[in-house]
């Protein structure tokens, strides 16, 4: 099944307004003070320098439903395999009604772990018998998750997360960011995009981040659901590329550019955007000097999925290093594309 007769079948789809106002640099940014309220975490590093995240995407779980069964099996085996420090999950987490036991049951294996976990809504969570506030309201209830969500901007889901070392300001920075579900206006219609005032809040706190480290940016990952339309660019109208993993259909990005990307490499902190939505890709792509990089299909047979076993994909980060590793772990235990960025990229 292809993502248009997908879509076409898919549950009653929510509307959401398109933000039109930008809010003046707040004072925090200014003085070079990041607010603890933004701050959903602060990680440090193991004993051994060693910092890992899961990325769980497109879980699409139905409680009661046997087709989910999968889902549920292959969340246990990703997190007894790695033991991550956090698990990241970028989206669609559910697929039906009830949403209350649906979000309960596949977040479960991670409750049970102790692991802290933090949610990027995805399009399709917020569809059925609870809204994509009340799904976020509902998330943060539940033991180990570390969402804070930032008052005032479009979206509920987004965050920002760090890490350190022991004693030391953030060596990196990883942001949340709530990619929305659907455009409400007819003259713009398709797939939401990260709206102005979110990007106005990034480039704040990353400004202050810089600040605090002396002038110079701290590497950075950006996570969220639905790409960017540069993943189009990268992939249709540009040859300069470097491209490893699997590409089973087109980049389902918003048709509206609004900037976020050009505003990264302003800002000159963001290396790497992680996104989920295809449930046929996995690829990481270098473009432009950015990674532009999709999670393992994580769930089950209640979407279409054409890439098999599912999975998840894997960042690992050390004390010290500039740069991260990452991989895809497939259900059943083999492991893809294990790649370090950027050196696995130097040459094409």
């Known amino acids: ?61 139905i409680s009661g439903d046997k087709r989910s069964e999968r889902a549920l099996k292959n969340v246990c085996e990703m997190l007894d395999a790695e033991r991550p420090d956090l698990v990241i999950h970028t989206g669609d987490v559910i697929f039906g009604k009830p949403a209350e036991p649906s979000l309960r049951e596949i977040l479960a294996p991670i409750v049970d772990r102790k692991i802290p976990f933090a949610v990027a809504l995805g399009n399709h969570d917020g569809e059925y018998d609870k809204n994509r506030h009340e799904v976020m309201d509902l998330i943060r209830t539940i033991p180990y998750n570390i969402n804070k969500g930032v008052e005032g901007i479009t979206g509920d889901s987004n965050d920002i997360i760090t890490l350190s070392a022991a004693g030391g300001g953030p060596q990196w920075v990883f942001y949340l960011f709530d990619s929305g579900n659907w455009i409400g206006r007819e003259d713009m219609k398709g797939y939401d995009y990260i709206h102005f005032d979110q990007i106005a809040w990034y480039r704040n706190r990353s400004e202050a981040f810089t600040q605090q480290n002396g002038g110079k940016p701290i590497p950075s990952l950006a996570f969220f659901h639905i790409p960017v339309p540069e993943y189009t660019y990268a992939t249709r109208y540009e040859a300069h590329r470097i491209f490893k993993g699997n590409m089973g259909e087109d980049p389902g990005c918003s048709k509206v ?78 492991v893809e594309q294990n790649l370090s960025y950027p050196e696995s990229f130097k040459t094409y």
């Open 257 to 334: 550019n609004s900037g976020l990307f050009v505003s990264m490499k302003e800002m000159g902190d963001i290396k790497a955007i992680v996104c989920g939505h295809e449930h046929d890709n996995d690829y990481a792509l270098k473009w432009r000097d950015m990674f532009l990089m999709y999670g393992r299909f994580s769930g089950c047979d209640t979407v279409y999925n054409n890439l098999k076993p599912n999975g998840a994909r894997i960042f690992e980060f050390t004390a010290g290093q500039q740069g991260f590793r990452s991989w895809i772990r497939l259900f059943g235990g083999k």
């Open 1 to 61: 099944m292809n993502r248009r007769d997908f879509l076409r079948t898919s549950a009653l789809i929510s509307m959401n307004g398109v933000a039109s106002t930008l809010p003046a640099v707040e004072s925090e940014a200014s003085t070079g003070s990041v607010p603890d309220g933004d701050i959903a975490r602060r990680f440090t590093f193991n004993k051994d320098g060693k910092f890992k995240i899961l990325q769980l995407t497109d879980t699409h779980y």
